[in-house]
């Protein structure tokens, strides 16, 4: 071959290896969402030989198998949609990185879940169906088949289209639907119901108005100031004082219910203590961290950076010692019922439950967890270290103030209502000040006000699929176990 010849056959290859390689990136990322239903699939195929290997051929074992491979499948949904409201704003305000956020999430999440999380759980869910209405066993293990299938079927589809919706409420419409489908209308308590659909309300409101007045008092008391570092210096170890008051008395409340049960007035007191002395300690550290940043807004997400990812991951831990019985909650009334021929309101967890729902949570997280991460940090408004960290706060503070107040409240809510709150505070920030600088403004230059009002910064697309999602969770779910319950019951039993 003459030298023309691989002069001209060079550039030929090249453009085919080219292709090629384009081709394989092509697949590689078609096929990434195939390998997390894979790997799934693999999780749950070994949730139910384990639970398999561990009845082994007791009566009834065949209903536990199946039980631990729909509990499963709702631990990796929770993993995949919940866990996105403690990290998504510490993710949008770029304090951690999205490997990073999955990573601690996971670690903590998988921690609150296995040290923390309860050993007695609802299996009735706070009395939303009388006990004796599913006394029979088989009754009792066929409701609560259904209650974990649709909700978990429920919080897969609220994922996919991109709707953090509250993994409680789905378990409870689960339950409320396989309590009227076996039982009838009557068998449901229809106030302990009432009260759950006001908490729809309730939880976003106060997580939205406690997040933005908070963001108020930054901007009050740090930002709109001359002197921004000395104002930080001054008010930033209160506002972590705050933060560690309130994400003590919320662990303590929500979080240790397996270490020990304390009462409302306890953690609050457990919080104080603890909040005086982290604000305390936080004043050094604040002052040497603070030194020769510049008297600009940049140089405060630097001292609000830490104690975000501080109370994401504390977030994570209390998330999963408190919903991972949303998973393993009716497959532990499953195999209580298979021991005991009956079912019960209350059942202890055993061990290997408890590590489905943990690991479940962890998988989820990280396979399917990033696209609501994302959607919930950067996607509903613009976050920074500051407005993300209004956000955690009010999670804790809001749960606080429902306990005292007796509220029933999401967790899930709360966070999302936090987000909204803080972008809607600054719409309306944002419009006061244009006003103020039109009447200094010549009329020539002035903006109508048609065109500021266009100018929004939060996304009312996802406003309106994040409500429309909240408000049919229960029914939706509801329904789906319905269907599923009379599914179940055509099969031998």
């Not at 050993?119 to 974990?148: N, Q, R, W, Y």
């Not at 589809?157 to 639907?177: D, E, K, R």
């Not at 999401?410 to 709150?421: C, R």
Request: proline share 4%.
């Amino acid at each position: 071959m003459s030298n023309q010849d691989e002069a001209y056959d060079w550039p030929t290859l090249d453009r085919d290896l080219n292709r090629l390689s384009r081709l394989e990136i092509a697949t590689m990322y078609a096929a990434r969402p195939l390998i997390g239903v894979g790997l799934s699939l693999v999780f749950v195929a070994v949730a139910a030989l384990a639970a398999g290997l561990i009845v082994g051929q007791a009566p009834g074992g065949l209903f536990v198998i199946v039980a631990a491979a729909f509990g499963a499948y709702m631990a990796l949904n929770i993993g995949a949609n919940d866990v996105a409201n403690n990290m998504g704003p510490a993710v949008g305000a770029r304090a951690l990185s999205l490997a990073g956020a999955i990573a601690i999430a996971a670690v903590f999440e998988s921690a609150g879940a296995l040290l923390a999380g309860g050993d007695v759980v609802d299996t009735i869910s706070k009395g939303i169906v009388a006990p004796e209405s599913l006394a029979d066993g088989h009754v009792f293990v066929t409701a609560m088949l259904a209650a974990l299938l649709s909700a978990a079927l429920w919080v897969n589809l609220a994922t996919f289209i991109g709707a953090p919706v509250s993994t409680t409420h789905s378990v409870v419409g689960g339950v409320m639907g396989a309590g009227v489908a076996a039982a009838g209308l009557g068998a449901v308590s229809w106030p302990t119901m009432g009260a759950i659909a006001a908490s729809w309300v309730i939880s976003p409101a106060l997580g939205g108005v406690i997040a933005a007045a908070m963001l108020a008092f930054i901007k009050w008391k740090i930002i709109y100031v001359e002197d921004k570092i000395t104002a930080a210096r001054r008010w930033v170890p209160v506002l972590i004082g705050v933060m560690a008051s309130a994400f003590s008395a919320y662990l303590a409340l929500k979080g240790l219910k397996r270490v020990l049960y304390i009462d409302l007035g306890a953690a609050v007191l457990i919080g104080i203590a603890v909040g005086i002395l982290v604000g305390a300690v936080s004043v050094p550290l604040i002052r040497r961290q603070s030194a020769g940043l510049e008297n600009r807004n940049r140089s405060l997400k630097i001292l609000f950076r830490m104690p975000l990812v501080i109370s994401a991951a504390l977030l994570s831990f209390a998330h999963g010692a408190n919903d991972v019985a949303n998973a393993v909650g009716p497959l532990a009334a499953i195999v209580y019922a298979q021991q005991t021929g009956g079912g019960a309101a209350e059942v202890a967890i055993p061990v290997w439950v408890m590590a489905i729902g943990a690991i479940g949570i962890s998988f989820g997280l990280v396979l399917f967890g990033p696209k609501l991460i994302q959607m919930v940090g950067s996607q509903i408004t613009k976050l920074n270290p500051m407005r993300a960290y209004c956000v955690a706060l009010s999670a804790a503070v809001t749960v606080i103030a429902a306990s005292w107040l007796g509220l029933p409240v999401s967790s899930t809510h709360i966070a999302v209502g936090g987000v909204f709150g803080v972008g809607f505070f600054r719409e309306w920030h944002a419009e006061r000040r244009a006003r103020r600088l039109q009447q200094n403004r010549p009329p020539a230059k002035r903006i109508p006000a048609e065109e500021r009002k266009r100018r929004k910064l939060v996304r009312r697309s996802h406003f309106l699929t994040i409500a429309a999602a909240w408000i049919i969770t229960v029914p939706a779910a509801a329904v789906l176990s319905a269907i599923c319950y009379y599914a179940l019951s055509l099969l031998p039993g």
